[in-house]
C-alpha cells in the first residue's frame, strides 16, 4: 500500500504552502519562519506526528532539506477547540451528490478556530469519503441546506450550476414586520467588504446584489419571510433585509456586531433557514429540488 494511502482522509483536508524563496536549510525551518506566530514546538510536534506531508502525501522528516517551490501540506489544529452540540442530518446521497442539513452554528468547512467541527470534517467521517467538496457555503449562523460534490470527476459540472446561476435557491427568515413596503419587494445594492473584515455594507450605485422578499406569515412584530437572492454575495440576505429596516432575528452582525469572545448562545439561533434547492441535473436533464426538514420557531 502507498504511503499517502493511510494518510488520505485528512490529506484532502491539509492546507498546502508552495516553499518561498529564502535562505533556509530543511522545510521545518522555513514553515517556523513563514508562521512565524505557530510556535516552533507546535511544528516540532507535527513533524514527529507525521503530519507535515509532501506532494505525494509522504510524511517529512523534521531535517528535511528545503527546496524553494516545494509544495507541503500540513494540518492546521486548533487547541481546546469548542464542541458544537447540534446534529447534521444527511438527506441525500448518491455518487455525484450529498445534500445535508446544517444545523445553526455548526461552519461548513475549516475556519478560525474550527477545525473537527465542521461540517465537512464530520461528513468526512460519518460517510467515509475524503473526496466530499462543498459545492456552496452558507453561514455558521445560518442552518439549512448545503450540497457537496462526493467525486472529482463530475464535480465541476455541478460546480458550474453556481456559477451560471442555474440553481434556484430559497431562504426562509424571521424580522420584525415592514408594513409600510409592498410586496413581493425587490432589493438591490452595491456590495463590498466593510469593516470589521467579515462585514459587508451596501450602496445603492453599480448594484452587484439583489434580492426578492416576499411574506409568508405575519405576527404582531414579526414577519415570517420568503427570500430569493438572484445573486450569492457573502451575508447578502442579512445585509439586505437589514438595510429595509428588519435585521434578522439574533443575527450577531447586523445592525451590530456582538463583541468578540461572547459564547454562542444556542437558545437564540439566528432565525434564517436555507430552506430548498432546485436545479436541472446538469448529467441527466432530470428536475431536481430539495427541501430542508428544519423549520424556523417564532422568537
Known amino acids: 500500500m502507498p504511503a499517502s494511502s493511510s494518510f488520505n482522509p485528512a490529506f484532502c483536508q491539509a492546507s498546502t504552502l508552495v516553499l518561498p524563496p529564502g535562505p533556509w536549510g530543511t522545510v521545518f525551518e522555513c514553515l517556523c519562519a513563514h508562521f512565524a506566530k505557530v510556535p516552533a514546538q507546535q511544528w516540532e510536534d507535527r513533524f514527529a506526528r507525521r503530519r507535515v506531508l509532501d506532494v505525494e502525501g509522504r510524511p517529512l522528516e523534521r531535517e528535511a532539506p528545503y527546496r524553494q517551490g516545494l509544495r507541503v501540506h500540513y494540518f492546521r489544529e486548533v487547541p481546546e477547540e469548542p464542541v458544537i452540540d447540534v446534529q447534521e442530518q444527511v438527506l441525500f446521497q448518491d455518487e455525484h451528490l450529498v445534500v445535508v442539513d446544517k444545523p445553526h452554528f455548526l461552519p461548513v468547512t475549516p475556519a478560525g ?10 461528513l468526512i467521517r460519518s460517510l467515509g469519503n475524503p473526496d466530499l467538496v462543498p459545492l456552496h457555503r452558507i453561514d ?28 434556484h435557491k430559497v431562504y426562509q427568515a424571521i424580522a420584525p414586520a415592514l408594513p409600510g413596503l409592498s410586496f413581493p419587494h425587490r432589493h438591490a445594492s452595491r456590495m463590498v467588504k466593510g469593516e470589521p473584515f467579515f462585514e459587508c455594507a451596501r450602496y445603492p ?8 422578499v416576499h411574506v409568508l406569515e405575519r405576527s404582531e412584530h414579526w414577519w415570517r419571510y420568503e427570500l430569493w437572492p438572484v445573486t450569492g454575495k457573502t ?13 434578522l432575528c439574533n443575527d450577531p452582525f447586523y445592525p451590530e456586531v456582538v463583541p468578540d469572545g461572547e459564547q454562542d448562545d444556542f437558545s437564540k439561533p439566528l ?15 432530470e428536475p431536481r429540488r430539495f427541501d430542508s426538514r428544519l423549520q424556523l420557531a417564532w422568537p
Open 140 to 167: 455558521r449562523h445560518t442552518a439549512g441546506l448545503v450540497m457537496f460534490s462526493a467525486q472529482p470527476a463530475t464535480r465541476g459540472t455541478y460546480q458550474a450550476l453556481f456559477a451560471e446561476r442555474r440553481i
Open 235 to 247: 451575508h447578502q440576505l442579512r445585509v439586505h433585509m437589514a438595510a429595509l429596516g428588519a435585521a
Open 205 to 212: 450605485a453599480n448594484l452587484t446584489a439583489e434580492t426578492h
Open 271 to 285: 432565525k434564517l433557514l436555507a430552506q430548498a434547492v432546485s436545479f436541472d441535473d446538469p448529467l441527466t436533464g
Open 113 to 122: 478556530r474550527y477545525v473537527e467541527q465542521t461540517l465537512l470534517r464530520r
